[in-house]
């Protein structure tokens, strides 16, 4: 992105939410790429095609047993995890 106002305003509140969540955030480490790989050949068995980088977070979500926030929870409904949509809610 060019330099500018948008980028600035960008940067600015993507630093402001990594202080808010004291900058934990959850690494694509080696258990959570076996199971975005286990995940993905399920889904390929079953004729379901996925965008790699949503099986990437869901790897990372089942690795942390954590709870998902996500636009799109349909792309997420097999992996047996909590997934919200807080648009929604």
């Known amino acids: 992105m ?3 106002k948008k980028q600035t305003f960008l940067s600015e509140g993507f630093e402001e939410l990594l202080n808010r969540i004291q900058h934990r955030i959850a690494g694509f480490g080696e258990e959570s790429a076996r199971l975005a790989a ?29 709870r998902l926030a996500t636009r799109n929870p349909s792309h997420f409904d097999d992996i047996g995890a909590v997934v919200i949509n807080p648009w929604s809610a």
Do not use: N, Y
């Open 38 to 66: 286990g995940l993905t050949a399920e889904r390929q068995k079953k004729g379901r095609v996925s965008d790699v980088r949503d099986t990437m977070i869901a790897g990372i979500v089942l690795t942390h047993r954590a």
């Open 2 to 4: 060019p330099a500018g």
